[in-house]
């Protein structure tokens, strides 16, 4: 992930939720994996190759044009649904589940008109475990330690990941790598991005990718407000750092703060530091890869952070602050911006009750010189796996994902996206599908059931009810992933990084806090420098460029 931002930190109430996003569920959800001893990487492997990717067909034409980059389509407008083709999937049999849900508790299938008519659609019974997804981590080691699986889960880090996969779940190689995905034609839409990011398990593929924008975090900004601060340029670079320093300043005082900053997520660092031109996560150079807290573009961004919060720019009373909290103020106007995704962004834009206009602010020219970044998503939210099983059935469950990655504009996205009509969701007088309070609050729509996060197709810029924020979304990506950059971990799996990964991001968000409320002086960095060097992280950087040179001879 280019951030690490932990899931806790995203703000829900408003809309304001991601999808990693750019950063999936726990500090490394979506790159790289633990083990205990277990040969997960690639090196000395025969490499199989990744899907063929072979965009849809039956996908309506964009208004505002996607690129090969990752900028995504986007649309101004609810197309007329069209029937995709896909006939029904199953046989009639169970199959056990097991997801994650930000949502509400779903209500029980005897109740949940959605869970009964998306088993009617695939044909099959889905016997689901839901999990909430602030419990996810911890539950799912449980799960894989007692050495049980369910036919289908929502994966995520956790320290035994590598090891678990490689022992109870499919290997899909023989089943979707190259043109054998065009077996099934919606997964064979998902982007190579995607493919990669979640990688190779000892040369193997072994997850299907929930793919997400590759945008990353921005700062998400009350549009009049910076407006009128002088804080919304056309370009990048448009407006210097003091400059800006200066108009967050002139948002801030008598009780309102022109930053958001909570107790997770280190005070939207992820969106300050690129702005510096601080490189990704890691970052590779003939050969060689380096960790970003060791670079000058990082100390710059946290020293700026610092001047912030001595200037009242943060509240004195941060850490205190909870991701609901935080999105109350947001849209209470007691604080004008949030760090946060792309998703969150057009999720936001879509919340009937906001009272005023969202944009996203471009990056600042900083104080040091550097050409400012932007740090990209690795471009899914996680991947699925499959236990192990005869061909027919791991064929079964193909199928059936591949039904759930039904394109936008078909009566089948809509079905697992939005629900029943009448019941999950509504149309607005221009034939936008509006999600209903069951829906939306009540466990009873797709959101709490957690579907979205096995399968799904590449994600639609399209914000029902405000194309405006569409249209802003778009010229945002199109100005930022130029300049983008990413973690060149992403996709890669060995121990030596996965076993010491998520302690030291929970030191380096530690450190961030102590630095930036003032507890610890810009002095004690190398301190933090000294620690990770302790923790392994030079024999980290040593193997991860060994099976990065290993993943480039695919």
């Given at each position: 992930m280019s951030s690490g931002l932990s899931r806790r930190s995203m703000l829900q109430a408003a809309g304001i939720t991601t999808a990693l996003a750019a950063t999936g569920f726990s500090l490394s959800a979506c790159s790289t994996s633990g083990d205990t001893g277990t040969d997960i990487g690639s090196k000395g492997k025969t490499l199989t190759p990744y899907p063929t990717y072979v965009p849809s067909t039956i996908a309506p034409a964009a208004d505002l044009p996607g690129t090969a980059e990752g900028v995504q389509a986007g649309y101004l407008k609810y197309p007329e649904p069209q029937d995709g083709g896909i006939e029904k999937p199953g046989d009639g049999s169970k199959i056990t589940v097991w997801t994650s849900s930000w949502s509400a508790i779903p209500l029980p299938k005897a109740k949940n008109k959605f869970w009964q008519e998306l088993e009617k659609a695939l044909g099959v019974e889905l016997d689901i475990t839901v999990v909430p997804a602030g419990e996810y981590n911890k539950k799912l080691a449980t799960l894989q330690a007692s050495g049980q699986m369910p036919d289908v889960m929502q994966m995520v880090s956790t320290p035994n990941e590598a090891q678990f996969v490689l022992a109870k779940c499919q290997d899909l190689s023989d089943f979707v790598s190259g043109d054998n995905i065009k077996k099934y034609?919606?997964?064979?839409?998902?982007?190579t991005y995607a493919w990669e990011a979640v990688g190779r398990f000892a040369g193997k593929l072994y997850g299907i990718p929930v793919e997400r924008p590759v945008s990353g975090h921005r700062l998400i900004v009350n549009q009049?407000?910076?407006?009128?601060?002088?804080?919304?340029?056309?370009?990048?670079?448009?407006?210097?750092?003091?400059?800006?320093?200066?108009?967050?300043?002139?948002?801030?005082?008598?009780?309102?703060?022109?930053?958001?900053?909570?107790?997770?997520?280190?005070?939207?660092?992820?969106?300050?530091?690129?702005?510096?031109?601080?490189?990704?996560?890691?970052?590779?150079?003939?050969?060689?890869?380096?960790?970003?807290?060791?670079?000058?573009?990082?100390?710059?961004?946290?020293?700026?952070?610092?001047?912030?919060?001595?200037?009242?720019i943060y509240r004195s009373n941060a850490l205190t602050i909870d991701g609901l909290t935080a999105n109350a103020e947001f849209e209470s106007q007691k604080v004008y911006a949030v760090a946060n995704s792309s998703i969150a962004f057009t999720s936001a834009g879509a919340n009937p009750k906001l009272s005023f206009e969202i944009d996203s602010a471009l990056p600042f020219k900083p104080s040091n010189g550097a050409s400012p970044t932007h740090w990209l998503g690795s471009g899914v939210y996680g991947y699925t796996a499959i236990k192990k099983a005869p061909k027919e059935r791991v064929e079964l469950i193909l199928r059936v994902l591949n039904y759930l990655a039904a394109p936008f504009g078909t009566k089948e996205y809509e079905l697992v996206h939005y629900g029943v009509e009448g019941t999950h969701f509504t149309r607005n007088a221009d034939g936008d599908p509006i999600k209903t309070d069951l829906a939306n609050t009540q466990g009873g729509g797709?959101?709490?059931?957690?579907?979205?996060?096995?399968?799904?197709?590449?994600?639609?810029?399209?914000?029902?009810?405000?194309?405006?924020?569409?249209?802003?979304?778009?010229?945002?990506?199109?100005?930022?992933?130029?300049?983008?950059?990413?973690?060149?971990?992403?996709?890669?799996?060995?121990?030596?990084?996965?076993?010491?990964?998520?302690?030291?991001?929970?030191?380096?968000?530690?450190?961030?806090?102590?630095?930036?409320?003032?507890?610890?002086?810009?002095?004690?960095?190398?301190?933090?420098?000294?620690?990770?060097?302790?923790?392994?992280?030079?024999?980290?950087?040593?193997?991860?460029?060994?099976?990065?040179?290993?993943?480039q001879k695919a």
């Open positions: 034609p919606n997964l064979a839409a998902i982007p009049a407000k910076f407006k009128e601060a002088g804080l919304l340029v056309p370009e990048v670079g448009g407006i210097g750092v003091d400059q800006f320093t200066a108009g967050l300043k002139q948002l801030s005082g008598k009780g309102h703060w022109a930053l958001g900053a909570m107790k997770d997520g280190a005070f939207g660092f992820n969106t300050w530091m690129p702005a510096f031109g601080t490189p990704g996560m890691w970052s590779v150079k003939d050969g060689a890869f380096s960790y970003y807290l060791e670079t000058d573009e990082f100390q710059a961004g946290l020293e700026q952070m610092v001047k912030w919060q001595q200037a009242g797709r959101d709490s059931l957690g579907v979205q996060y096995l399968a799904d197709a590449p994600q639609p810029l399209y914000v029902p009810g405000n194309p405006e924020v569409a249209k802003r979304e778009h010229a945002f990506q199109q100005k930022v992933l130029p300049i983008g950059v990413t973690n060149a971990s992403d996709g890669l799996r060995t121990s030596a990084w996965t076993s010491i990964q998520e302690s030291l991001m929970q030191h380096r968000e530690d450190a961030i806090k102590d630095i930036v409320m003032g507890r610890k002086k810009l002095s004690d960095w190398p301190a933090v420098l000294k620690e990770f060097e302790r923790r392994g992280g030079k024999k980290a950087a040593e193997a991860l460029a060994e099976e990065y040179e290993a993943a």
